[in-house]
């Protein structure tokens, strides 16, 4: 299965800001998937967007605490 496979698809990364959900949203923009980012921090968000934009992909964000209930 090659990169292809993901091309155009959409993932939705939570916890996006920081760590492994920003590495993960990133490295799913480098397979060619187009990104929905969740977490708390908006700031970190709209830079984590602008880096995926650069990469030619489509990104959407979502400022959401997920902890709280019915948040989603």
């Known amino acids: 299965m090659g990169r292809s496979l993901y091309q155009d698809k959409w993932a939705v990364v939570t916890g ?3 760590g492994i959900g920003l590495e993960l949203a990133l490295q799913l923009a480098d397979y060619g998937m187009n990104i929905v980012v969740v977490a ?3 700031p970190e968000l709209d830079v984590l967007k602008n880096q995926i934009v ?7 964000v ?9 948040s989603a």
């Not at 979502?62 to 019915?70: A, F, G, H, R, Y």
């Open 62 to 70: 979502l400022v959401l605490d997920l902890i709280k209930q019915n």
């Open 40 to 42: 708390r921090r908006k």
């Open 54 to 60: 650069q990469k030619g992909r489509i990104c959407k």
């Open 16 to 18: 996006a800001s920081s």
